[in-house]
């Protein structure tokens, strides 16, 4: 089946500063990876996805990038802002599939 | 658009309680829907996938007599944990998602569930 490793698992940065997160995925054929950010005790919210024939996406301060070839996609956080401190979930999907969420990555901005 | 409704938020019972939890989608027909368990500071655990009218499909390690998945509408999916101990104590979360290429999955907001 599907890994998925992510990394780090914590992550501390400077209000301001970029925050990236990397995962890799092992099974060739996943074609969907979504980006959750969860706060404590609330659901994962969708904040970014890429499918499989894009490289790269961006919305406002959030981008994703794909390396197929590779097998690993990142999240990077522009002018992070500390309503940006949360746990941050990858995951991998073939199709319609189940999906395989990565271990999570818990970021602290600081101000 | 895109909301699920998961109910209740929060249990506390006695052991040997059935607890039964609710997920609805509201403005979708979720012809999916993903049960979850997620321990303190840890990932989202699937229990089980479900597809409305058909049985749930269980993840390895998960017993389907404990935690019984009905999935009878395109909107509504229930987990009921039947003779709960405290080890099931956990947050469990739905998802659900629609037909169609790479649909994203939308998360309930969790049910806290603390036996004593």
């Known amino acids: 089946g599907e890994n998925v490793e992510q990394h780090p698992s914590t992550l501390s940065v400077q209000e301001g500063d970029s925050a990236v997160i990397k995962c890799t995925y092992s099974?060739?054929?996943?074609?969907?990876f979504p980006w959750y950010k969860q706060e404590l005790g609330k659901r994962p919210q969708l904040i970014i996805d890429?499918?499989?024939?894009?490289g790269e996406k961006k919305d406002q301060r959030i981008a994703v990038t794909l390396n197929k070839t590779a097998k690993h996609f990142s999240l990077h956080i522009t002018e992070t802002q500390p309503e940006d401190s949360a746990v941050y979930f990858c995951?991998?999907?073939?199709?319609?599939?189940?999906?395989?969420f990565g271990d999570g990555t818990t970021l602290t901005v600081k101000p | 658009g895109a909301v699920v409704s998961q109910h209740p938020s929060w249990v506390i019972c006695k052991s040997g309680t059935s607890v039964k939890i609710e997920c609805r989608s509201l403005?979708?027909?979720?012809?999916?829907m993903f049960w979850y368990r997620q321990f303190p500071k840890q990932s989202l655990m699937l229990m089980a996938t479900?597809?409305?009218?058909?049985?749930?499909?269980?993840e390895q390690g998960v017993e389907k007599d404990k935690f019984l998945i009905n999935h009878a509408s395109l909107t509504l999916s229930t987990l009921t944990v039947t003779s709960a101990h405290p080890e099931d104590s956990s947050f469990y979360i739905c998802?659900?998602?629609?037909?169609?290429?790479?649909?994203?999955?939308?998360f309930g907001d969790g049910t806290r569930l603390s036996i004593l």
């Open positions: 998802s659900a998602t629609t037909n169609g290429f790479n649909q994203p999955q939308h």
């Open positions: 099974d060739s054929a996943s074609n969907y």
């Open positions: 890429i499918r499989s024939n894009v």
């Open positions: 995951a991998a999907r073939v199709n319609a599939g189940k999906s395989t």
């Open positions: 403005d979708f027909q979720a012809t999916t």
């Open positions: 479900s597809n409305e009218g058909s049985k749930a499909t269980y």
